[in-house]
């Protein structure tokens, strides 16, 4: 058995800081994380995982050990996980992964995600990152191998498992310059964890020097490409479906569609102001808003009667009576499902780009052959925007009359969004490919 390797000492001290400071901090945000898990619902089931407990069926599952333990949070990076899972598993048949995340939308996408696509992989909650907990965990499920998608790193997880010589990996690696500067400042403390990586697999080569100034071994680092981009191409396939959840409202295939992805306060009664001029152009227009998070519904409802705009929800659909008028804005309040929306737009916007910091991932619209508009905050996609304006592969607009006067220039313009789309994705192929790459360097 080999012997677990001793924790390096620089670690030593800012991880005695952590363990101290932890449960201070955990205690001050119990309140807002209680409030989350209540307004996601769903919160008590398998509550125990939370905690590093698990039930007497789930431990007979997990006690094999010998995983490939991949972890992510949002929905997003979960699907991006479950689809390196399944490489994985194509590059090494016979693979065991385990798929982990902490809320209770992304056990519920991730669960739906695994039954329909077969065998090999199992579900848990992510354990709080205290260390007995994480050490509880870690004696049960031995993993041969963690993996985080993005950037989610927990002390304790590392420093654990470093100490066991299990090897852990950062995916996707994005660093966003919000990131970065807290990182800088915090560098005495978070070097050392840093250091204790064995792969980090970043999106851009630019990024390779950034994540090395901050603690990560020169060795450990590698560019593979986002695996988002290879995602989005796979798995635009439910088109079809929701083209018929459109016609069943009134909505007519000639139609045009301005749709807002992973929006934030504030976005969708922009939208709905823009949609309502929009018409005197185009009086067939229709709107569908894809909230970031979904539990604002009863709120983007609000925003949009108030402009009195009328709306349909994407749960209630299936159900809309005929006859009845055609809504002029879909909500889309379910998860999951933005990649296949997408598809079906003539031009759409990319949320928490006006109204908010950071910005949502500009390339799934493109990679479903839609043009692209956005704000002037996209801070958390910096070199990519970068690289679209560049190739004019893209359009950013500063404020609401931009994004009005861009979208009008857009839908009436069938060459020009063509020739964005074809731009784009001309800057998107040196991605293509990155879940194989990424899966061929973990397996």
Same mark, same amino acid.
């Given at each position: 058995?080999?012997?677990?390797?001793?924790?390096? *000492?620089? *670690?030593?001290?800012?991880?005695?800081?952590?363990?101290?400071?932890?449960?201070?901090?955990?205690?001050?945000?119990?309140?807002?994380?209680?409030?989350?898990?209540?307004? $996601?619902?769903?919160?008590?089931? /398998?509550?125990?995982?939370?905690?590093?407990?698990?039930?007497?069926?789930?431990?007979?599952?997990?006690?094999?050990?010998?995983?490939?333990?991949?972890?992510?949070? %949002? #929905?997003?990076?979960?699907?991006?996980?479950?689809?390196?899972?399944?490489?994985?598993? %194509?590059?090494?048949?016979?693979?065991?992964?385990?798929?982990?995340?902490?809320?209770?939308?992304?056990?519920?996408?991730?669960?739906?995600?695994?039954?329909?696509?077969?065998?090999?992989?199992?579900?848990?909650?992510?354990?709080?990152?205290?260390?007995?907990?994480? $050490? $509880?965990?870690?004696?049960?499920?031995?993993?041969?191998? #963690?993996?985080?998608?993005? /950037?989610?790193?927990?002390?304790?997880? #590392?420093?654990?498992?470093?100490?066991?010589?299990?090897?852990?990996?950062?995916?996707?690696?994005?660093? %966003?310059?919000?990131?970065?500067?807290?990182?800088?400042?915090?560098?005495?403390?978070?070097?050392? !964890?840093?250091?204790?990586?064995?792969?980090?697999?970043?999106?851009?080569?630019?990024?390779? @020097?950034?994540?090395?100034?901050?603690?990560?071994?020169? @060795?450990?680092?590698?560019?593979?490409?986002?695996? /988002?981009?290879? !995602?989005?191409?796979?798995?635009?396939?439910?088109?079809?479906?929701?083209?018929?959840?459109?016609?069943?409202?009134?909505?007519?295939?000639?139609?045009?569609?301005?749709?807002?992805?992973?929006?934030?306060?504030?976005?969708?009664?922009?939208?709905?102001?823009?949609?309502?001029?929009?018409?005197?152009?185009?009086?067939?227009?229709?709107?569908?808003?894809?909230?970031?998070?979904?539990? $604002?519904?009863?709120?983007?409802?609000?925003?949009?009667?108030?402009?009195?705009?009328?709306?349909?929800?994407?749960?209630?659909?299936?159900?809309?009576?005929?006859?009845?008028?055609?809504?002029?804005?879909?909500?889309?309040?379910?998860?999951? @499902?933005?990649?296949?929306?997408?598809?079906?737009?003539?031009?759409?916007?990319?949320?928490?780009?006006?109204?908010?910091?950071?910005?949502?991932?500009?390339?799934?619209?493109?990679?479903?052959?839609?043009?692209?508009?956005?704000?002037?905050?996209?801070?958390? !996609?910096?070199?990519?925007?970068?690289?679209?304006?560049?190739?004019?592969? *893209?359009?950013?607009?500063?404020?609401?009359?931009?994004?009005?006067?861009?979208?009008?220039?857009?839908?009436?313009?069938?060459?020009?969004?063509? @020739?964005? #789309?074809?731009?784009?994705?001309?800057?998107? /192929?040196?991605?293509?490919?990155?879940?194989?790459?990424?899966?061929?360097?973990?397996?």
């Amino acid at each position: 058995m080999e012997i677990f390797r001793a924790l390096p *000492a620089a *670690a030593r001290l800012p991880l005695r800081a952590y363990r101290i400071l932890f449960p201070v901090v955990l205690i001050l945000m119990l309140p807002g994380i209680l409030m989350r898990m209540i307004r $996601r619902g769903n919160y008590r089931h /398998k509550f125990g995982q939370r905690l590093g407990l698990y039930g007497k069926a789930d431990r007979a599952r997990l006690a094999s050990g010998g995983w490939t333990w991949i972890h992510a949070v %949002s #929905v997003g990076e979960m699907m991006m996980g479950i689809n390196l899972g399944r490489t994985l598993q %194509s590059v090494h048949p016979g693979m065991r992964v385990l798929i982990s995340t902490t809320t209770s939308t992304g056990y519920a996408v991730a669960r739906e995600q695994i039954e329909n696509g077969g065998g090999g992989m199992e579900l848990i909650y992510y354990p709080l990152d205290a260390v007995r907990m994480v $050490r $509880r965990v870690l004696e049960l499920i031995r993993p041969a191998q #963690v993996v985080m998608v993005d /950037k989610e790193l927990w002390p304790n997880m #590392v420093a654990e498992c470093y100490r066991r010589s299990i090897p852990v990996s950062v995916v996707n690696a994005r660093l %966003s310059p919000r990131s970065e500067r807290g990182f800088r400042k915090w560098r005495w403390w978070v070097a050392p !964890f840093f250091s204790m990586l064995e792969r980090v697999c970043v999106q851009e080569p630019d990024d390779l @020097e950034r994540w090395e100034s901050l603690g990560v071994r020169r @060795e450990a680092l590698v560019c593979t490409g986002s695996l /988002k981009f290879d !995602f989005a191409v796979a798995e635009a396939a439910r088109g079809p479906e929701f083209r018929g959840l459109l016609e069943r409202i009134g909505v007519s295939p000639e139609a045009p569609i301005l749709l807002g992805g992973s929006t934030f306060p504030g976005e969708e009664a922009i939208l709905g102001r823009v949609a309502l001029a929009l018409r005197a152009r185009f009086p067939d227009l229709f709107l569908i808003v894809v909230p970031r998070h979904v539990e $604002r519904t009863a709120e983007v409802e609000r925003d949009l009667h108030a402009l009195g705009l009328a709306t349909a929800l994407r749960s209630g659909t299936p159900e809309w009576p005929a006859g009845s008028p055609r809504p002029d804005v879909l909500i889309v309040n379910t998860t999951g @499902e933005l990649r296949d929306w997408y598809a079906l737009a003539t031009v759409c916007f990319v949320g928490k780009s006006l109204t908010a910091i950071g910005g949502q991932n500009p390339a799934e619209p493109v990679l479903v052959g839609r043009p692209v508009v956005f704000g002037s905050h996209m801070e958390n !996609f910096q070199a990519l925007v970068r690289q679209l304006l560049n190739a004019g592969g *893209a359009v950013q607009v500063p404020d609401e009359a931009g994004l009005l006067r861009e979208t009008e220039a857009l839908l009436g313009d069938p060459a020009r969004r063509q @020739e964005l #789309v074809e731009r784009a994705r001309s800057v998107l /192929k040196v991605h293509l490919g990155a879940n194989r790459r990424t899966a061929e360097l973990l397996a």
